[in-house]
């Protein structure tokens, strides 16, 4: 049972390129999000998906994009990288009340 | 205003000893979710332990214990009997609403780092 895997673990982007971080989850699970933590700090909602065909805005979207065409997977999109979008992104998965998420392990993303 | 404030930026505690992690939380919502995750250097998020807004007992998982104090809005988490492995950076969350009722978004707090110290 793999759980939420997220592609690649690490991304060196040039200020101005585009790329797709991919997150794939086998739990069945209706409820995906997209969050990035910044050295030192919380984590902070980027996109969420409440299942197939439905994303909506969290508390930072901006320069960022997603899909959610199946229930597995739910990309995320950065289009024309800049420094500030420099971070690590979680991808994480969720169904139960009292659990909370399944969180991948982590996109360390530096652009330069 | 924040959603959740953990006043601790660092802590440490003695190997074997019990430590409280500090969380205060802010809602106008009844009903809400609070957690813990654990991140360790490594960098993975390990759920600890959730307590529910209408929970009436603090929820407890092996040796951790949410310390829930509802008129005071904190959300304090106790490790007892400290470990080297529970050295880590570890974030309380909130969902506000009840489950699904708005996406079951998490709100983190900036986390509290735990060196425990042999």
């Known amino acids: 049972n793999a759980g939420v895997t997220q592609t690649p673990k690490f991304r060196i982007l040039k200020i101005g390129q585009s790329m797709t971080l991919q997150c794939t989850q086998d739990m069945n699970h209706n409820y995906m999000y997209w969050y990035r933590q910044d050295p030192g700090m919380g984590l902070k909602l980027i996109y969420y998906s409440v299942g197939a065909g439905i994303t909506d805005k969290g508390e930072v979207p901006n320069g960022y994009n997603v899909s959610r065409s199946t229930t597995e997977d739910f990309p995320l999109r950065l289009e024309l990288a800049a420094p500030s979008q420099t971070s690590v992104y979680f991808c994480a998965s969720g169904a139960l009340a009292n659990y909370g998420y399944t969180f991948g392990s982590g996109t360390r993303l530096t652009v330069v | 205003a924040q959603k959740i404030t953990q006043t601790q930026p660092g802590m440490f505690v003695q190997e074997k000893e019990a430590v409280t992690l500090d969380c205060t939380y802010d809602t106008s919502d009844q009903s809400y979710g609070l957690f813990w995750y654990k991140q360790p250097s490594s960098g993975e998020m390990i759920f600890l332990i959730y307590?529910?807004?209408?929970?009436?007992q603090n929820a407890t998982e092996g040796r951790y214990s949410l310390n829930f104090q509802k008129a005071r809005k904190s959300a304090n988490l106790v490790i007892s009997a400290s470990q080297l492995g529970d050295s880590a950076m570890y974030f309380c969350?909130?969902?506000?609403?009840?489950?699904?009722?708005?996406?079951?978004?998490?709100?983190f707090g900036a986390g509290t780092i735990l060196r425990v110290k042999s």
């Open positions: 969350a909130m969902r506000e609403g009840l489950f699904r009722e708005y996406g079951n978004k998490l709100v």
């Open positions: 307590q529910g807004s209408y929970d009436e």
